[in-house]
C-alpha cells in the first residue's frame, strides 16, 4: 500500500455495509483514520473492531444520515476522535424500484432524503472544518442511473441525477478554498443492495438478467473496484480532478 490517506480524518457514509465497508477497510489501509456512519450498529462496529484489529484506525458512529441532528453529532463524533474530517465519501443511499404509477408521495419523500438529503447535510456539516483545515476531498456515490434511465426506476434515476449535479456543482464553489468534489458512478454492483434491485427489477419484467447484464458491463461490479475508484477521487493522485462524474460500469454508459 502506497499510504495515500496517511493521517487524514476520513469518513464514510453509508459505511457499515457493501461498497461503504470496502472502502473504510481500503481507506484504513491506506492509512486513513477512518470514521464509519451508518444506522446499522452492529455490522458497522464490528467492521471498526476488525479494522482496529488488522492495525488500522477507525470508530463507528450510529446515525440516520437524512436527519441533521443525527449528522452534525456523527461529525462532531469524528472530529473529537481524528479531527475534524479532510475526505469524505458520501455514500449512503438506496433504492426504489417500483412502476412510476404505483409510487407515492411516501416513496418520493423517503427517497430523496437518504439519497440526496443526506449528502446534502453531510458536505454541509464537514465543510467548515475542511476550510479551516486548508482544504480536503470529497466522493459522492451517484450511479449510471443519473444518465441512462431504467424501466421501474424513475424514482432512483431522478435521485442519482441530482447527486451528479450536486457534486459537480460543491467542486465549483469550493475549488478556490482547496475543496475537490467528485462523483463516482458504478454500474450493477455484487452487494445485498444491487442484487435486490435485480430481483426487485426482475419481478417487474425488466431484464436484469445474468446475460443482460453481461452484455451491459460484462459482470457484476465488485465492491472493492468502487471503493478503489473513491480512494482515486480522494488522494492526491487526483489533485486537478473536480466536478467530474467517474463511471465504473466496464463501459456500460459508453455503449
Known amino acids: 500500500m502506497t499510504k495515500r490517506l496517511q493521517g487524514r480524518s476520513t469518513l464514510v457514509s453509508g459505511g457499515a455495509d457493501g461498497c461503504?465497508?470496502?472502502?473504510?477497510?481500503?481507506?484504513?489501509?491506506e492509512g486513513a483514520r477512518v470514521a464509519i456512519v451508518d444506522r446499522q450498529r452492529d455490522k458497522g462496529e464490528a467492521l471498526a473492531e476488525a479494522i482496529r484489529a488488522e492495525g488500522g484506525e477507525a470508530i463507528f458512529a450510529?446515525?440516520?444520515?437524512?436527519?441533521?441532528?443525527?449528522v452534525d453529532a456523527a461529525v462532531a463524533k469524528?472530529?473529537?476522535?481524528?479531527?475534524?474530517?479532510?475526505?469524505?465519501?458520501?455514500?449512503?443511499?438506496?433504492?426504489?424500484?417500483?412502476?412510476?404509477?404505483?409510487?407515492?408521495?411516501?416513496?418520493y419523500d423517503w427517497l430523496m432524503d437518504v439519497n440526496v438529503r443526506s449528502m446534502f447535510l453531510m458536505?454541509?456539516?464537514?465543510?467548515?472544518?475542511?476550510?479551516?483545515?486548508?482544504?480536503g476531498a470529497i466522493v459522492c456515490t451517484s450511479s449510471i442511473s443519473a444518465v441512462a434511465a431504467t424501466p421501474a426506476e424513475v424514482l432512483y434515476d431522478l435521485t442519482k441525477g441530482a447527486v451528479h449535479m450536486f457534486a459537480r456543482a460543491i467542486g465549483v464553489e469550493f475549488r478556490d478554498r482547496n475543496i475537490r468534489c467528485n462523483a463516482v458512478c458504478?454500474?450493477?454492483?455484487?452487494?445485498?443492495?444491487?442484487?435486490?434491485?435485480?430481483?426487485?427489477?426482475?419481478?417487474?419484467?425488466?431484464?436484469?438478467?445474468?446475460?443482460?447484464?453481461a452484455a451491459g458491463q460484462g459482470r457484476m461490479c465488485r465492491p472493492e473496484e468502487v471503493a478503489s475508484a473513491a480512494l482515486?477521487?480522494?488522494?492526491?493522485?487526483?489533485?486537478?480532478?473536480?466536478?467530474?462524474?467517474?463511471?465504473?460500469?466496464?463501459?456500460?454508459?459508453?455503449?
Request: zero cysteines; aromatic letters at 8%; hydrophobic letters at 50%.
Open 20 to 29: 461503504g465497508a470496502a472502502a473504510a477497510r481500503l481507506f484504513a489501509r
Open 62 to 70: 450510529e446515525a440516520d444520515v437524512s436527519r441533521r441532528e443525527a
Open 78 to 107: 469524528a472530529a473529537a476522535a481524528f479531527g475534524p474530517p479532510v475526505a469524505l465519501f458520501n455514500h449512503a443511499g438506496s433504492i426504489v424500484v417500483k412502476p412510476f404509477l404505483e409510487t407515492t408521495d411516501e416513496d
Open 123 to 135: 458536505t454541509r456539516a464537514v465543510l467548515p472544518g475542511m476550510i479551516a483545515a486548508g482544504g
Open 186 to 213: 458504478p454500474g450493477f454492483i455484487a452487494t445485498s443492495h444491487g442484487h435486490r434491485e435485480v430481483e426487485q427489477l426482475t419481478r417487474y419484467g425488466v431484464d436484469a438478467s445474468e446475460a443482460a447484464i
Open 232 to 255: 482515486f477521487l480522494l488522494s492526491d493522485e487526483a489533485s486537478f480532478v473536480n466536478g467530474a462524474h467517474l463511471f465504473v460500469d466496464n463501459g456500460f454508459t459508453a455503449i
